[in-house]
Structures are given as C-alpha cells and as structure tokens.
C-alpha cells in the first residue's frame, strides 16, 4: 500500500529539500521503492541535492501536460536502485500545477512505488498547497527559531484544514522534524528548545537534526546527507527513517561536549 | 469596512436620581461603510456580493457612512443612496469626516454626524460566519493555530487548547481558553459590553470587549503567562489574575 508523505514547513530555507533528499534515499537503502517529487516549479532544488540536474530531460510539468509519460521523466537514482526522482521544471512556474495534473500524477506513481516524497515549496500558495493536498501523512520541518516555528503552527493548521483528508473528515497523521539544530546556540539562550517548540506546535516529534557542514558538502557534490556516513546530520536521519518505519528509538536531544582545560586555553570547539 | 470605537467617556448625568430617563455618554461598536466613489454603476452590486459573505453578520448592521474618501466629488442624493443600502439589508445611521458640501447633502437626508473615534481593526468577516451562523456555545477542543479565525455567533467561545501567535478568537459573548492564549480574542463583538476574557496562561496579543481594545504591551506584567480574566467594568478595561 503506497503512502504519499509531504515535507513542507511554511518557511523556506528550513531543510525541506535537504530532508525529503535524505529520507528518501534512508527508505530507499531500507529496501522500499521511492520517488521523490519536486513541487517547487520555477525554483527547482531537488534534482541539484540528488546530483541528477545534468540527467533531466522531461519534468514533472510534461507529464503534467502530456507531453511526455511518466517513465521517461523519471530519473533512477545511480547509487540507490529503488531510488527514483521526478524533477520538475525550472522555465515555468507553479502556476503550471494543476489539481488534477497532480492527482493523476500521484495516482500512477501509487501503482509502483512503497513511498511517494513530495518535496514541498515554502509558502502556502498553490505549489505548497497541492504538494500537500493528496498527502496520506506529513512531515512539518522547522527550525528551533520564532519565525520558522510561528510558520510551522500555521502550516500545521493548514494541513489539518485544507488537505483532502481534512475535507473526509479524517485527521492527517502529522510528526515534527527539526532541522539546524545548534546545541551551543539552544544553550545559551539563543535558539528554542525542543519542549518549548513543542509547547507552540504540539505535533510528535520525528527527528531532530543537529547542523552539521556536511549538510552543505553533501549538496554541493549532489548527494543525499544521509549517504555520508560520518555526517551526525546523516546519522540523525537514519533513525528518523527508522522512526517512519516503526522501529522504536527515542528522539535524543543533542547535548554539548564538554570541552578539555586545553581545548579552552586553545580556543577549540569540542 | 472597519469597526469603529466612539469616543468612551463617562458624562455625570446632568439630573436627578428621580428622573424619568438617564443621559450618558456610550461606548458603541458600528461597522463603516467607507464610500470612494458612490456614483460608480458596480457600487451596489459589489457591496451586494461582499454582504453575501457573511449574511447573518451584516443583516440590519447599523453603519455610518465614512465619507472621507469622497473627496472632491459633488454629493449624491443620500436619502436615495440610503434607501438603496436599506434594501441590502444594511441600515445607515449617520455619516462622518464629511466635507461642508457632504455634509449638507446628509443633513437634508436626515443623517446625523458622528464624531471622529479611534479606529480599531475589526476583523474582516471570513468564511467562519457563514459556517457558524447558528447561535450558542461553540466549543473547540483542538489547539488553534496560527492564521486560524474562529467565530462564535450569538454564544460564547471555548477553546480547550493552545491558541497560537496569530490565530483569532472572536465571540458575541465570552471568551474562555483553558491553554495559552497567544493570539488575539475578541469578544462581545456585537457589542455586549459585559463580555469577558479568560484564559489559563495570558500571553495574547490584543485583547478586546465589544470594540475596546488593549494590546500585550497595555497588559499587567505581573499578569503575564498567568491565569487571567479580562472585562470592561464601565469605565476602563479591567485586568485581573485568576
């Protein structure tokens, strides 16, 4: 039974691509067939995050419009075997969405697919609202800061008004991913802490991903962050894949090291 | 359109205790109908239209005719004017910020001329209306999120839940929210002066009885993140813990 699940957050720049990139190649590496979708029409990030912009040729919006099937926009992902990736079009805009585009759309990839990510745009326009309308579950992204965390709550409110689940009465499971999460700056003050986000939002917690640079290394060799093995971001979205699948690990807060007298006296970061 | 708060000041009553009627100044929230061009032919048809948005709020709505937007433009015959608005349901009472040329036209027509108050932004008639028209308590047992506007019609409002930054609560009569209340409640909205504001943890950004309004910053400090109940006790906004 395939399941549509949407990343979105309201706010951009937040780690919607960097997290629908990573938890569909995490799913794929636990053996279930996933496609990733870009929503984000005019502005397109997926396919440079999964290192296929040079492999594009029909997009999301073709298939849309008829112009070519589904299988020739498709592009397999050369790492990951069940790992496919619907970019979309950088020369239209989101207007170019249609409802029933999309439906179609997400209607075929059900046939063949276990997950089907839809890597949402920031906003709550039409490109953020189709990408999360057909959704089975979503996934809220934001960062431990006011003004992501006050457009997560409306995003959420959203989801749980206008999505086609909320309009056949039935709740649509949500779970809070946060993302940049800098221990030092939550310690002194500077960032929200975990209970205090989850006082405003009030939705479960799926991850927490601590920011960490191999987040921008792996996008600019164009590669899944989940796929560095030594990357704390790439290691945090294991287990919440781990956690989409069911397996039971508690969400850890990152915690500071302590840093030595001579990393002190030196200036060093732990 | 938008609300409009006149001037609350309390008068002494120039007579007696044994008199057979009492004159005070009052506290009235009124809708204004703000007129920019009231000769253009679509006038009435798009008034119509936004009225139908929300019948049960605007049906016999006392309104002023807010004229400053006129400017230079010659009168139009007001008395006709108002009948035409009549007919839609609305009911001109007066008009206000006229020019001399306007304001003979609203004295011919029977229109009084109210003085000019402190605006308050009442918020614009969405959907929820429409969907609440029934009267009664509305109840909602889910947090309220940012963006969300909720209307309890002829009733009170209870939330059991958070209300986030910027989600609306609006109610004919009291507000009770048994979570934090981080967004704006409005109540007493058709002008019951005796509304009140409660809420478990008081963080909100505006807070309002029948148009009288008070931002976070006017709230009591030691209030703050409190249980508290707000009300107007006929002279001020009152503020008290729980």
Known sequence: ?270 | MSGNEQGARQVNSITEDSAPFQLRAASLTLLTLKLVNPADPDFFPRLATMLSLAPGFYRNAPIVLDLSGTGARPPVDLAEFCARLTELGINPVGIQRANAAWERAAVAAGLPSFPTGRATEAPTASKEPAKAASGGTRIIAEPVRSGRQVYAHKGDLIVIGPVSHGAELLADGHIHVYGALRGRALAGMSGDKTARIFCRVLEAELVAVAGLYMVNEQLEPALLGKPAQIWFDGAAMVQQGL
Do not use: W
């Open chain 1, 1 to 270: 039974m395939a399941k549509v699940i949407v990343i979105t957050s309201g706010k951009g720049g937040v780690g919607k691509t960097t997290s629908a990139a990573a938890l569909s190649a995490g799913l794929a590496l636990r053996g279930h067939k996933t496609v990733v979708i870009d929503f984000d029409v005019g502005l397109r990030n997926l396919d440079l995050i999964m290192g296929c912009e040079r492999r594009v040729v029909y997009d999301f919006i073709n298939v849309i419009n008829g112009d070519a099937k589904l299988h020739q926009a498709l592009i397999k992902d050369k790492r990951l075997e069940n790992l496919f990736v619907l970019p979309t079009s950088q020369t239209r805009d989101k207007e170019a969405l249609t409802q029933d585009g999309v439906e179609r759309v997400i209607g075929d990839l059900r046939q063949e697919f276990d997950f089907i990510i839809c890597d949402s745009p920031a906003g709550i326009e039409r490109g953020a609202f189709l990408a999360m309308y057909y959704a089975d579950e979503a996934i809220v992204v934001s960062n431990p800061e006011v003004s992501s965390v006050r457009d997560a709550d409306r995003m959420i409110g959203l989801l749980a008004s206008k999505s086609r689940l909320a309009e056949q009465g039935t709740e649509m499971p949500q779970t809070l991913l946060l993302t940049r999460y800098d221990v030092e700056r939550v310690e002194k003050g500077e960032m929200l802490k975990v209970e205090d986000v989850q006082d405003i939002l009030a939705v479960p917690l799926l991850g927490i991903i601590p920011e960490c640079p191999s987040v921008l290394q792996a996008s600019n060799i164009g590669t899944p962050v989940i796929l560095d093995e030594k990357s704390n971001a790439g290691r945090a979205y294991a287990e919440a894949v781990g956690r989409m699948l069911g397996d039971e690990l508690p969400v850890t807060v990152p915690r500071g090291a302590k840093r030595g007298l001579i990393d002190r006296l030196l200036g060093r970061s732990a």
